[in-house]
């Protein structure tokens, strides 16, 4: 089969890119290896709400508009939302076929599928960010009688064993399962690391109305000083609930969630924790201070003081004088770990020479280096900050398929639909 | 070890004064509790100095029988002065100080004489860490390895055990193999 371009994935950075390809006459194909956003449907667990609330909800051609713009979708709505997308893009979709192999061929690529070969003068991969769950190689020294459980497999506490639970990582997903679980009546221990605090709600708006007024999250790739480190930064602690909530580590503590280090590693059944606690909240503090420094300038050169509440500044994280540093797990009960550690992409049905030596995909903001025609799309801060979140989608797709239209334009002159 | 005068025999380390502190600690057990002290003050560039004069202990104020001052700096190839010791070789010092202490007490113990106890610490460093290139490697020693070579009235297998003691007992050894509580403030 012969097409000019395939898009692996039909989520929304999938279908996106095929709206984009669309209104540009570029014939294309989109496989997916499920249905339509599988991954909303299949890898996250129930509670789960976008952390985007709705207004900010869009991609190419649609936008949320229901009655509650403000609040946050759920998995259910995000995957209604998204199917509603696919009705309107109405793709020339594959479901159900996985994809095996993408390899050079002929003039450009072969796509091997399980249900045929498409060969292809380009190809997007939009196969997701978080295919596969990170877990330290100090899970392997887990004492026996401890379940391991990783955000993709955890569902709700109610499916976990009774008794205490470690959570490992602080971030979005890290403080959502910490909270939960803990108030299942399961005692939660909370190693964190590196984080990243935000308040839900910053003078009566939400921080991510901040995030897009200000311009910050449109800051591009090219433009950040340290584009490894900020691409590995961990999701915000924030949660999307109907209360607004702000969900911090201040906040877990008063419910009753003991914090501690940076897991190191198990010793005989005693997990042992790193003694930069302090360290940790505190640059995360100094992190959160600075955001709202800038946002407060940018509020005050921009006329919009009075549009919005007096600035504010929050109570620091509060880090008892001595934290743990070890803890026995049989003895406290603990019969849990789950590993909100990060996700990362699925490359390796990627058979071309597109790797770094620690496995990283090589490419400049979406644009594969040394595959010329190959793209990525859906990634963490892949050309701006708020490629990260769903509404990044359509800058991001606009950007490469333009990209992609001028390759397959000058090097396939026949390849225009 | 050349000075023996104060101590009986062997390798001169005053073992029963060690031993009947320990029981001390029986029956007062706070007095135990020590605070060590540094003062850093920074040079020029990465060079700073350091001075230890006194220390809490047995309940009260102690001054050493002397201010000991030590320099730091960071080495030509990091474009530094190379005024002294790197700080993560004044680190290493501190293991063999620790672990040598140690070997010399636990054969005193043992009635073990020693003639000559050299260890060698060599630390693996990635600088990719500290240079902040790659967030994978940490800043540290990824690996830390001292050899001792011994020469003691002792078996090859006692002096084994000599060195494997040492570890179990030595505050740094410890220090870099366990987790630690470190608070950093600004006065």
Not at chain 1, 140 to 162: F, I, K, N
Not at chain 2, 111 to 128: F, H, K, P, W
Request: proline letters at 5%; a negative charge.
């Amino acid at each position: 089969m012969h097409t000019t371009t395939v898009v692996v994935g039909a989520g929304h950075a999938g279908l996106a890119v095929s709206h984009c390809l669309a209104a540009r006459g570029i014939d294309h194909v989109v496989i997916e290896r499920g249905e339509v956003a599988h991954t909303w449907r299949t890898e996250r667990w129930e509670s789960l709400r976008l952390l985007t609330p709705n207004w900010l909800t869009r991609v190419p051609g649609l936008a949320y508009d229901g009655d509650d713009p403000d609040g946050f979708m759920t998995m259910a709505e995000v995957v209604a939302f998204i199917e509603r997308y696919a009705r309107l893009v109405a793709p020339p979709l594959e479901t159900g076929t996985t994809v095996e192999s993408l390899t050079a061929g002929g003039e450009g690529y072969e796509v091997v599928t399980d249900r045929g070969v498409w060969r292809c003068a380009s190809a997007v991969v939009a196969s997701g960010a978080c295919n596969l769950p990170k877990v330290p190689a100090a899970a392997a020294a887990l004492p026996g009688g401890v379940e391991s459980v990783t955000p993709m497999d955890y569902a709700r506490p109610e499916a976990l064993p009774e008794g205490g639970v470690l959570v490992v990582g602080a971030s979005a997903s890290g403080v959502q399962i910490a909270d939960e679980v803990h108030r299942s009546g399961r005692p939660v221990t909370l190693a964190v690391g590196e984080h990243v605090r935000m308040p839900r709600i910053y003078r009566g708006r939400d921080i991510l109305w901040w995030m897009d007024r200000t311009g910050l999250h449109d800051e591009r790739y090219d433009e950040i000083d340290d584009i490894v480190r900020a691409r590995r930064l961990p999701s915000p602690q924030l949660v999307g609930t109907p209360e607004r909530i702000t969900l911090n580590l201040n906040a877990l503590t008063d419910a009753g969630v003991r914090l501690v280090g940076p897991l190191a590693g198990f010793s005989d059944g005693t997990a042992q924790f790193g003694g930069s606690l302090r360290n940790k909240c505190t640059l995360a503090d100094l992190k959160q201070g600075r955001l709202l420094d800038t946002i407060d300038e940018w509020a005050a050169e921009n006329g919009v003081d009075d549009e919005v509440e007096p600035p504010q500044r929050f109570e620091a994280t509060r880090v008892e004088e001595t934290p743990p540093l070890t803890l026995d797990l049989a003895r406290n009960g603990i019969r849990t770990v789950i590993w909100a550690t990060g996700y990362e992409a699925d490359h390796s049905w990627i058979d071309l020479p597109v790797f770094d030596h620690k496995g990283r995909l090589r490419h400049d903001g979406g644009v594969v280096t040394g595959a010329p025609g190959l793209y990525r799309i859906g990634l963490n801060v892949l050309r701006r900050r708020k490629s990260s979140f769903i509404h990044g989608i359509e800058d991001d797709a606009r950007d490469l398929t333009a990209h992609l239209v001028a390759y397959v334009g000058a090097g396939e002159p026949g390849a225009r639909a | 070890m050349s000075d023996t005068s104060a101590t009986p025999g062997l390798n001169g380390v005053n073992v029963e004064h060690l031993l009947g502190a320990r029981n001390a600690l029986g029956e007062t057990p706070e007095a135990g509790l020590f605070k060590w002290r540094v003062t850093n003050q920074w040079l020029h560039g990465t060079h700073s100095a350091s001075s230890v004069e006194g220390y809490f202990g047995l309940g009260g104020e102690h001054d050493h029988k002397a201010t000991y001052k030590f320099e730091s700096d960071h080495p030509l190839v990091f474009a530094a002065e190379d005024n002294a010791a790197t700080p993560v070789e004044i680190v290493l010092v501190g293991l063999a100080s620790c672990l040598t202490a140690g070997v010399a007490a636990v054969a005193q113990v043992r009635e073990i004489q020693l003639r000559s106890v050299t260890a060698t610490v060599e630390g693996d460093m990635d600088i990719a860490g500290i240079l902040g290139a790659d967030p994978d490697i940490r800043n540290g020693f990824s690996n830390v390895r001292v050899t001792y070579d011994i020469d003691a009235d002792a078996s090859p297998e006692d002096i084994q055990a000599l060195v494997a003691q040492s570890q179990k007992r030595s505050a740094v050894f410890d220090i870099l193999t366990n987790p630690v509580n470190v608070s950093v403030e600004v006065s």
